[in-house]
């Protein structure tokens, strides 16, 4: 359903988006930093299962825009393009992220910090707004069956996201004495983002 240059197109900035600093990420490290590796991996695993929920919603919504309107679907690939490069001149303009710091080791379950991640990643508007632009420029409708479509990016991106999640929380205190001894490191992790964000943006918005 998807093709192999699709696909690795795809990959290539999902794992570039994942890895660039963020909310989730910088959780990831300070809980691993804190508490251990296996707590670490706990929560970044739920944050990226979380995923699942904004892939849901990619698939209802985005499938109904086609079915009912290729004109409704147009507009929100030029909305969605829109907010990639709004997202990216953000990025571009940061100044990096500040020094890593170990989050207070208050006791706390694996379950309970996987569905902590969970929830986090489940409930942020952000991310849902996200999805709803990113995976669709993907999408290539003359394929068909496009939901599938969107229902496997979504479920490429939450696999790799949780493979570099667990890498994240497993790695933790060496990933985070780096970015603190490297702090323009996280600039240029955005710098990188935000020109990928802009590209793809362009990219939606042109129809290429």
């Known amino acids: 359903m998807l093709t192999a240059a ?3 197109a795809f990959l290539l900035a999902a794992v570039l988006l994942t890895a660039t600093p963020g909310p989730d990420n910088l959780m990831v490290l300070s809980i691993g930093m ?3 590796r296996r707590p670490g991996i706990a929560f970044g695993l739920g944050c990226a299962i979380g995923c699942l929920s904004h892939t849901l919603l990619a698939v209802v919504g985005v499938s ?3 079915a009912a309107s290729p004109t409704a679907f147009t507009l929100l690939k030029w909305l969605g393009g829109g907010y990639l490069v709004w997202l990216g001149i953000g990025a571009l303009r940061s100044a990096g992220i500040g020094r890593v710091g170990a989050a207070a080791a208050e006791p706390a379950s694996l379950t309970r910090l996987f569905l ?3 929830l986090a990643n489940a409930i942020n508007p952000k991310v849902v707004l996200f999805f709803l632009s990113f995976l669709p420029q993907f999408v290539v409708p003359a394929q068909g069956r496009v939901e599938g479509q969107l229902a496997l990016l979504g479920l490429v991106f939450t696999l ?3 493979l570099l999640f667990s890498l994240l929380g497993y ?3 060496s ?3 780096w970015l603190n001894r490297t702090p323009r490191a996280g600039q240029w992790l955005d710098r990188l983002a935000g020109t990928v964000f802009i590209a793809l943006g362009l990219r939606l918005v042109s129809g290429r």
């Open 6 to 8: 699709q696909t690795f």
């Open 34 to 36: 804190s508490r251990g």
């Open 64 to 66: 109904a825009l086609v």
């Open 116 to 118: 902590k991640g969970l």
């Open 160 to 162: 790799q996201a949780a």
């Open 171 to 173: 790695f933790s205190g």
């Open 175 to 177: 990933v985070g004495a």
